[in-house]
């Protein structure tokens, strides 16, 4: 529950947790303030003042069975004593109500409704939210079901469909963005329902996948998280809901929470990159088929003693073109834009070192102020701390024993499962290891967009001769572009 409240206070997402009264009463008895029930309860009191969540009511428990069975009295007995309980407990009986099981009657919802219940989690229709209008005594506010989806639900993903965490993820925001899409065509309201319980989408892998998919849904545009109450708020003064994304989170002890969100429209379009390039003008580009790829940002290239300057280059001329391309790195994660970084270098044994490339047999792999020069694992090697990948392991790093970064490696395998179109090209050097990649993704059908001023030579004739063979007769290889309109296409999807 601490691992997910954190996740969502992240995200600004205010939850509705729906709680088994059996905790609270459990934590009322509770002689020890150290006990599990009385720490849940305080945890759910501390995220419902402090992070805006919404307390729900989830039955009794979720193991004893739910409504089936019981008669009309003992139904209504149980549901009073259940908001009962869970008002001592949180200061205020929950208006908001989930089934334990799903288990319930013919009388289930007008008796909910004469307790004072106003959203219903029990229903699914179609990805809508709807009333139930049935009211015997007419002096009753409807009943605002808000659909529960099964098909998006942890337990259905994870425990019996065996996603993996980074598919369950893409599987939740593929879900959320086909309806996002479909409402902004339609007009129609929509409400994504999404399960997740704590012992199932709050372990240490899930939440890791889920952060980096919340990010992501963070850059929709007009997209408003709010409890599953003002959801339910909204519907029932009929204002109109293009988009309305709900997530219920439920404990082992019942515990949970859920979120929803809503907005009046939302622009496809915004989901796309422009940038300003040579020679096509503005391009077009869908977020989620474009990486940011950075070559050969390598101590050994970039720093005194290391390979470039063994051969006789002047390092300071590469270095001019770290710092654009680390404000361009910078505005790509926070874009939600796929990042892959590429280092060049050779196994231990030398191996894979062409006869060819080897020459003289006297640079690669000697002995040089980082270690042996353009080895794997040796400080010359690695990324420059400035473009570093990120620790989480997040941005795929390409190993590779040539100058193109297709060549001996996975790279093409990556992008086609990651139905990447797009490469956003920096690196070192423009002539060489630049040049090869985007010829090589050029071959391959890619389109790839080199930025001017993320990559560097150290022969400045040679970089602008590189730089000119790109755009050269219509784009022959590509696109050229600097800086500056990366980074603005970037921020366009903020701005949307």
Same mark, same amino acid.
């Not at 009295?73 to 009962?84: F, M, P, S, V």
């Not at 099964?150 to 939740?172: C, G, K, Q, V, W």
């Given at each position: 529950?601490?691992?997910?409240?954190?996740?969502?206070?992240?995200?600004?997402?205010?939850?509705?947790?729906?709680?088994?009264?059996?905790?609270?009463?459990?934590?009322?008895?509770?002689?020890?303030?150290?006990?599990?029930?009385?720490?849940?309860?305080?945890?759910?009191?501390?995220?419902?003042?402090?992070?805006?969540?919404?307390?729900?009511?989830?039955?009794?428990?979720?193991?004893?069975?739910?409504?089936?069975?019981?008669?009309?009295?003992?139904?209504?007995?149980?549901?009073?004593?259940?908001?009962?309980?869970?008002?001592?407990?949180?200061?205020?009986?929950?208006?908001?109500?989930?089934?334990?099981?799903?288990?319930?009657?013919?009388?289930?919802?007008?008796?909910?409704?004469?307790?004072?219940?106003?959203?219903?989690?029990?229903?699914?229709?179609?990805?809508?939210?709807?009333?139930?209008?049935?009211?015997?005594?007419?002096?009753?506010?409807?009943?605002?079901?808000?659909?529960?989806?099964?098909?998006?639900?942890?337990?259905?993903?994870?425990?019996?469909?065996?996603? @993996?965490?980074?598919?369950?993820?893409?599987? %939740?925001?593929?879900?959320? /963005? !086909? &309806?996002?899409?479909?409402?902004?065509? #339609? +007009?129609?309201?929509?409400?994504?329902?999404?399960?997740?319980?704590?012992?199932?989408?709050?372990?240490?892998?899930?939440?890791?996948?889920?952060?980096?998919?919340?990010?992501?849904?963070?850059?929709?545009?007009?997209?408003?998280?709010?409890?599953?109450?003002?959801?339910?708020?909204?519907?029932?003064?009929?204002?109109?809901?293009?988009?309305?994304?709900?997530?219920?989170?439920?404990?082992?002890?019942?515990?949970?929470? @859920?979120?929803?969100?809503?907005?009046?429209? %939302?622009?496809?379009?915004? /989901? !796309? &990159?422009?940038?300003?390039?040579?020679? #096509? +003008?503005?391009?077009?580009?869908?977020?989620?088929?474009?990486?940011?790829?950075?070559?050969?940002?390598?101590?050994?290239?970039?720093?005194?003693?290391?390979?470039?300057?063994?051969?006789?280059?002047?390092?300071?001329?590469?270095?001019?073109?770290?710092?654009?391309?680390?404000?361009?790195?910078?505005?790509?994660?926070?874009?939600?834009?796929?990042?892959?970084?590429?280092?060049?270098?050779?196994?231990?044994?030398?191996?894979?070192?062409?006869?060819?490339?080897?020459?003289?047999?006297?640079?690669?792999?000697?002995?040089?102020?980082?270690?042996?020069?353009?080895?794997?694992?040796?400080?010359?090697?690695?990324?420059?701390?400035?473009?570093?990948?990120?620790?989480?392991?997040?941005?795929?790093?390409?190993?590779?024993?040539?100058?193109?970064?297709?060549?001996?490696?996975?790279?093409?395998?990556?992008?086609?499962?990651?139905?990447?179109?797009?490469?956003?090209?920096?690196?070192?050097?423009?002539?060489?290891?630049?040049?090869?990649?985007?010829?090589?993704?050029?071959?391959?059908?890619?389109?790839?967009?080199?930025?001017?001023?993320?990559?560097?030579?150290?022969?400045?004739?040679?970089?602008?001769?590189?730089?000119?063979?790109?755009?050269?007769?219509?784009?022959?290889?590509?696109?050229?572009?600097?800086?500056?309109?990366?980074?603005?296409?970037?921020?366009?999807?903020?701005?949307?």
């Amino acid at each position: 529950l601490a691992r997910m409240g954190r996740l969502f206070a992240k995200h600004s997402i205010p939850c509705t947790a729906v709680v088994s009264s059996d905790l609270a009463a459990r934590a009322a008895r509770s002689t020890s303030s150290a006990s599990l029930e009385v720490g849940v309860i305080r945890q759910l009191q501390q995220l419902k003042e402090h992070e805006g969540w919404e307390i729900g009511a989830h039955g009794a428990n979720n193991s004893t069975g739910g409504h089936a069975g019981l008669s009309p009295e003992q139904e209504a007995d149980a549901i009073e004593a259940c908001l009962n309980d869970l008002g001592k407990a949180f200061g205020r009986r929950p208006t908001t109500w989930l089934t334990p099981g799903f288990s319930v009657t013919t009388r289930t919802t007008c008796l909910l409704k004469e307790a004072g219940i106003q959203a219903l989690l029990d229903f699914v229709d179609d990805d809508v939210p709807f009333e139930l209008t049935e009211n015997p005594n007419g002096d009753v506010e409807p009943l605002i079901c808000l659909p529960y989806s099964m098909e998006m639900n942890d337990f259905s993903l994870i425990l019996t469909r065996h996603l @993996s965490p980074r598919e369950y993820a893409a599987a %939740l925001e593929a879900h959320i /963005l !086909q &309806l996002a899409s479909e409402a902004s065509c #339609s +007009g129609q309201p929509a409400v994504v329902c999404i399960g997740m319980h704590t012992f199932v989408a709050g372990y240490p892998a899930a939440v890791y996948e889920l952060d980096k998919m919340l990010g992501r849904l963070s850059l929709v545009p007009n997209v408003i998280f709010a409890t599953a109450s003002k959801v339910a708020e909204a519907v029932g003064k009929g204002s109109e809901m293009a988009l309305a994304q709900h997530f219920a989170i439920a404990g082992e002890e019942g515990a949970a929470g @859920s979120s929803s969100t809503s907005t009046p429209s %939302l622009d496809v379009q915004s /989901l !796309q &990159l422009q940038f300003n390039t040579d020679p #096509s +003008g503005i391009v077009s580009v869908q977020r989620d088929q474009a990486a940011l790829i950075l070559i050969d940002f390598q101590t050994d290239f970039l720093c005194q003693g290391g390979f470039g300057e063994r051969l006789g280059n002047d390092v300071s001329l590469l270095r001019r073109a770290i710092e654009p391309t680390k404000k361009v790195l910078a505005a790509a994660r926070n874009a939600g834009v796929t990042v892959i970084h590429t280092r060049e270098g050779h196994r231990p044994n030398l191996t894979d070192v062409t006869a060819i490339k080897a020459k003289d047999g006297k640079t690669i792999g000697a002995d040089g102020p980082y270690g042996r020069i353009l080895v794997r694992g040796e400080v010359g090697h690695d990324i420059i701390p400035e473009l570093k990948p990120l620790e989480d392991g997040s941005e795929a790093v390409i190993d590779k024993p040539g100058k193109g970064a297709f060549y001996q490696t996975d790279l093409e395998l990556l992008l086609k499962n990651q139905g990447i179109k797009t490469l956003l090209v920096c690196g070192v050097t423009t002539e060489v290891c630049v040049h090869t990649t985007v010829r090589e993704a050029n071959d391959r059908g890619i389109q790839c967009i080199v930025l001017e001023d993320c990559t560097a030579s150290y022969n400045e004739k040679f970089h602008d001769a590189g730089i000119a063979m790109i755009s050269a007769q219509g784009g022959i290889f590509g696109e050229v572009a600097n800086s500056e309109a990366i980074i603005n296409g970037f921020a366009s999807l903020h701005d949307a």
